[in-house]
């Protein structure tokens, strides 16, 4: 069971720019979110979250992660970037309502690199999945703004 924490206190991002909800888990190298798409999203078009959206969940599932182990372990919690994107694929597009479920696996973690792969799940299908490459900045979120 994880220490329950408000989003915006685990992610760099701030609101209309955050891409999910909660972190539903957070266990060694696997994360979880969750989010429940609304139609005034900046990502959701014409009745369906965009590929660069679901990109951008991949990411903040990671970067959700990333703030837990830091205000866990009493650190600041940085602003990453995404690096590179590897064999993206999008089985179809959720649309506003839908409830997105992603997961992330942490394949290798090096200074301020990580290698990921992430899956999106929306109404028991795999809507995206990639591999990808998140650089940590050595900014401060909290600084920052």
Known sequence: ???????????????????????????????TTETTLSADNLFCR????????????????CAARLGYKSIINKLPVKIGIIGAVKNFRV????????ILTTHIEI?????NAILLQAEV?????TAASCHMKLFLTDIDSQKHE
């Open 107 to 111: 394949n290798h973690e090096v200074l």
């Open 121 to 125: 799940h929306c109404n028991g299908k």
């Open 91 to 98: 089985f179809f597009r959720p649309r506003p309502g839908d």
């Open 46 to 61: 014409d009745g369906y979250f965009s590929e660069a959206g679901l990109m951008e969940n991949m990411a903040q599932t």
């Open 1 to 31: 069971m994880i220490q329950p924490f408000e989003i915006e206190e685990l992610l760099p991002h701030k609101r209309p720019f955050v891409m999910v909800d909660k972190l539903i888990s957070c266990s060694g190298y696997l994360a």
